[in-house]
């Protein structure tokens, strides 16, 4: 045996796009030719790269499969898997069955195709709507699988083996498992590792939720510090049509250490991470350990698919090339860099897939529009960097969206000026100075196409024609108005702000000699929309809204951040300001307040939203921990509290099945449409619930706590939440 067996592995984040699957064939193939161009001799891909993660339902079709297939003869076609063994992501139709599978291929041959066994059922993910698991039974089983005559007429072959086995090559062995099946407790990994497979590959469809990094980053490096071995991770890495965004992050560790790691956010379309390993150190590694020989020696085989073909090159084994040495601590971004990258890198797929030609926001000086600002300025600075940095299609892209084939952006703002569109939209009475002048002033560094204007006219035409129709001419409240009163002439103003916003997306482009339109930005933020606190089809109702899955407290710890990393100064004054609707007439005694509005505070909101998605609270458990957390307050003040949520809440649910599609990047969102499914024709009153929660208060008050409630230890609860 040589002292060195040298093999060169490849990963990739891929930008693909559901359902496009002449451009998904072509970035798939660029990565395996730019995996071959640095020496690779194997290549892993995304979870279901050729037809896109993303196809939902249309995974119902068959004319999904038929394609997909058509791209795997495409890949087999040409020279495109001579020498190096490709891990391929692609739905696949066995005996009757749909199931999500890996294909691995081998000079212009099938080799096997792998399918998942365990999924992603929570959430936004609904693999089991689609596809069928292969049982556990089945594990060690392997069936004969027919392929699809595109792929007949050009390999020759009529079946390859279907299920879970162990490549078995000249000089190593390659096993496979995808995505969801690292989260479970019992990772294939673990006993195909066992069985002697030196090589894990996960190709994932894996999206991008704030803080979340860490966790995949902890199973990739303990797959291979308890087994040993290389383990590599490939994830797609853009929006590919929805409301997630796939986080990239492809990587190889081996042994514990993580050897090499791709962009987490980019606006590329392809990425190739190349890792350099000795595989005698795994082995040594693992003889290293005797009870991982003791279990290893009493565990059940895989089927072996043999293949007589080496992964290390000849070249690299007789000339000593040095193994990739670990990197001292992998790349996490903080939160607030995460909310400047994540949402500008989905912005620009939505922006240059849609056929728009820039986004459109109006801009009111507060705290949630000027952080959707921001994030399209940064998107502008990530476009502006990829094409000084030479990258040919971000260029293309770009001169497609403004309508100009000579046109090359000379800075961050220029493009700002051609793609993004901002207006003020305020009222004589109601909207302050203040925040007038922030959105201008936040728009010059931008360099965003600016205009400032009041609606009143617009108002008054319509408050007119209700008074005309009716007799009766509404008040705000500061005007001895009702409630009634007082809350329709807000709507009103927030609703004319949205219809007009539309116009002007519509002719911008018109008036300044351009031609074609522009996408509507919401900017309503995750936790207003779990209370409600916003007008149903007002300016909260747009096309996309990069915020809708962000907290207020998360959105003003990335202003203080871009205040200064993103050289946007005037955002330190947005953060200083106090959140205000500016939808009530301003006097000596009174100015609106959103936090007074809503009765809690956004920290408080925060903490709602967690308890009820992630915690999984209703009112009686939600008070029970609350009132072991919030122990300044009385047990009745943190009941009255409790309740107060769940009844806006409850009242406003209905908003949330317009709610605008936002990206999603916290775990507490609500949105109705595809991650939070619940009614939303609620019983606001609650009777049972709140009478517990009532019971249970006054006995706390009154110095008694009963152990039969469920309550546990008071820091176990503090560190749950």
């Known amino acids: 045996m040589s002292a060195s067996v040298i093999v060169k592995v490849a990963s990739c984040n891929l930008n693909q796009w559901a ?74 139709l066995h005996r009757g069955v749909r199931y999500n599978c890996r294909v691995l291929l081998l000079d212009r041959k099938v080799l096997y195709v792998r399918p998942k ?12 709507r689609w596809f069928t698991p292969w049982p556990k039974g089945k594990m060690y089983d392997v069936e004969h699988f027919s392929l699809p005559a595109a792929v007949r007429a050009v390999t020759k072959q009529r ?18 498992e995808s995505c969801e099946e690292l989260f479970t407790p019992l990772s294939p990994h673990i006993l195909l590792g066992l069985d002697g497979a030196e090589i894990i590959a996960n190709g994932s469809g894996s999206h991008h939720t704030l803080r979340k990094l860490n966790q995949r980053l902890d199973l990739i490096v303990g797959a291979t510090s308890k087994v040993g071995g ?38 590329a379309d392809v990425e190739v991470v190349v890792a350099t390993v000795d595989l005698e150190d795994v082995r040594a590694y693992r003889a290293s350990v005797p009870s991982r020989g003791q279990q290893a020696s009493a565990s059940r085989p895989f089927q072996r698919v043999r293949v007589d073909f080496d992964l290390g090159g000849e070249e690299d084994n007789e000339s000593m090339v040095e193994a990739t040495r670990p990197m001292a601590q992998p790349r996490i971004h903080a939160p607030e860099e995460e909310i400047a990258l994540g949402p500008a890198c989905w912005l620009w797929d939505y922006l240059r897939r849609s056929g728009g030609g820039g986004f459109f926001l109006p801009l009111s000086g507060g705290a949630d529009s000027s952080s959707t600002a921001a994030i399209v300025g940064n998107m502008c600075q990530l476009v502006v960097r990829a094409v000084g940095e030479g990258n040919a299609r971000v260029l293309r892209d770009v001169r497609r969206l403004v309508r100009d084939e000579a046109y090359t952006p000379k800075d961050s703002r220029d493009l700002a000026g051609r793609i993004f569109h901002t207006c003020y939209m305020g009222t004589e009475k109601n909207s302050s100075a203040e925040t007038r002048a922030r959105a201008k002033k936040l728009a010059s560094e931008i360099g965003s196409y600016h205009l400032d204007m009041n609606i009143d006219t617009m108002i008054s035409a319509i408050t007119t024609t209700f008074t005309a129709l009716t007799g009766k001419t509404p008040k705000y409240k500061v005007h001895g108005g009702t409630n009634a009163e007082n809350l329709a002439l807000q709507n009103i103003q927030a609703r004319m702000r949205m219809v007009f916003g539309y116009m002007l997306a519509q002719l911008l482009p018109w008036v300044r000699g351009q031609s074609g339109w522009l996408l509507v930005l919401g ?3 995750v936790d207003e929309a779990l209370r409600g606190y916003m007008t149903k089809y007002d300016c909260s109702s747009a096309d996309i809204n990069p915020i809708g899955g962000i907290s207020k407290t998360d959105l003003k710890r ?21 959140p205000t609707a500016e939808l009530e007439p301003i006097t000596d005694e009174y100015k609106q307040s959103d936090e007074d509005d809503m009765g809690m505070t956004y920290e408080e909101l925060s903490y709602f939203g967690r308890l009820r998605k992630l915690a999984l609270c209703g009112p009686v458990s939600m008070f029970q921990k609350l009132r072991h957390v919030w122990t300044d307050l009385s047990p009745n003040a943190v009941a009255e509290k409790v309740k107060r949520f769940f009844f806006y809440y409850s009242i406003n649910r209905h ?14 969102s609500p949105d109705d449409n595809r991650y939070d499914h619940r009614q939303f024709l609620y019983d606001a009153r609650w009777s049972r619930q709140f009478a517990t929660v009532d019971r249970l208060a006054s006995k706390q008050a009154n110095g008694s706590s009963s152990s039969g409630d469920g309550e546990e230890d008071d820091e176990e609860r503090k560190a749950k939440l």
């Open 19 to 92: 359902m496009s699957f002449d451009d998904n064939l072509a970035r798939t193939r660029e990565s395996i030719r730019e995996a071959k161009r640095r020496g690779a001799r194997f290549r892993l891909g995304p979870e279901l790269e050729l037809s896109g993660y993303g196809c939902e339902d249309h995974f119902l079709e068959q004319d999904t499969f038929r394609h997909s297939w058509e791209s795997v003869a495409a890949l087999l076609s040409d020279d495109t898997t001579d020498g190096i063994v490709c891990d391929v992501g692609v739905p696949a």
């Open 117 to 128: 066994m365990d999924f992603a059922n929570d959430g936004n993910y609904r693999e089991s």
């Open 159 to 176: 079946e390859v083996p279907f299920g879970v086995c162990i490549l078995e090559l000249n000089d190593t062995s390659i096993a496979v």
């Open 230 to 267: 290389v383990y590599l991770y490939a994830n797609q890495q853009g929006c590919d049509g929805g409301r997630l965004y796939y986080d990239g992050c492809a990587l190889v560790s081996a042994n514990g250490k993580i050897l090499v790691q791709g962009s987490q956010f980019s606006v």
């Open 523 to 525: 900017s309503a933020n």
């Open 558 to 578: 990335f202003m203080r951040w871009a205040a200064t990393n993103l050289g946007y100064p005037s955002l330190t004054d947005v953060v200083e300001a106090p």
């Open 655 to 668: 908003k949330l099945t317009t709610l605008t599609p936002s990206y999603h990047a916290e775990n507490y």
